[in-house]
T-cell receptor, first 114, second 112 residues
Framework: ETGVTQTPRHLVMGMTNKKSLKCEQH?????MYWYKQSAKKPLELMFV???????ENNSVPSRFSPECPNSSHLFLHLHTLQPEDSALYLC?????????????FGPGTRLTVT | QQQVKQSPQSLIVQKGGISIINCAYE??????FPWYQQFPGKGPALLIA?????SEKKEGRFTISFNKSAKQFSLHIMDSQPGDSATYFC???????????FGQGTRLTINP
């Protein structure tokens, strides 16, 4: 595997389900990010992790819970989601969280909440 | 002040033509301006980037033009090809920031 991988690629879940999205980066980077991409909207930054510590939480509802067990892995735990949470969730990584602007994105998880 | 405004939302260009996408920003502290390209089913990928100490950067058929006084920058795709059909995002960041601020995206279609 190379670059940034995400699983699953597609996920359909009910509003009462609990599921998790997984991201893995194979680039030796120190920072990882979660973004939400909805139709006709800019990419919305959700969370930033630097060396496994959360450094930014962009007013994201508590039904989204991130976890970064090490610098290569990032999870997004989902529970009691709403239909408006349906979107493409993108993971990204960069060498450093500050001063290194190049971010490398995974292919995303297409989430549908029914 | 943290916004980056991108236009147009969608663009159709004939094969061989020039595609131009524009972005404008307010925050003069921004010092890094990348463009990302996203194909359907894929994540965005860095295409080309510029810093404000130069007014133009060219990589192959892709050129960024930067106007610091107007706080605008644009992506030009010369000799546009059907394989260039994708969504393009401009972005901006600044020294010490931990994030990129993205524009709304432009869906580019190159007709054969």
């Amino acid at each position: 595997e190379t670059g940034v991988t995400q699983t699953p690629r597609h996920l359909v879940m009910g509003m009462t389900n609990k599921k998790s999205l997984k991201c893995e980066q194979h680039l030796g980077h120190n920072a990882m990010y979660w973004y939400k991409q909805s139709a006709k909207k800019p990419l919305e930054l959700m969370f930033v992790y630097s060396l496994e510590e959360r450094v930014e939480n962009n007013s994201v509802p508590s039904r989204f819970s991130p976890e970064c067990p090490n610098s290569s892995h990032l999870f997004l735990h989902l529970h009691t989601l709403q239909p408006e949470d349906s979107a493409l969730y993108l993971c990204a990584s960069s060498q450093d969280p500050i001063g290194s602007y190049e971010q490398y994105f995974g292919p995303g998880t297409r989430l549908t909440v029914t | 002040q943290q916004q980056v405004k991108q236009s147009p939302q969608s663009l159709i260009v004939q094969k061989g033509g020039i595609s131009i996408i524009n972005c404008a920003y307010e925050n003069t502290a921004f010092d890094y301006f990348p463009w990302y390209q996203q194909f359907p089913g894929k994540g965005p990928a860095l295409l080309i980037a510029i810093r404000p100490d130069v007014s133009e950067k060219k990589e192959g058929r892709f050129t960024i033009s930067f106007n610091k006084s107007a706080k605008q920058f644009s992506l030009h795709i010369m000799d546009s090809q059907p394989g260039d059909s994708a969504t393009y995002f401009c972005a901006a960041s600044m020294e010490g920031a931990q994030k990129l601020v993205f524009g709304q995206g432009t869906r580019l279609t190159i007709n054969p």
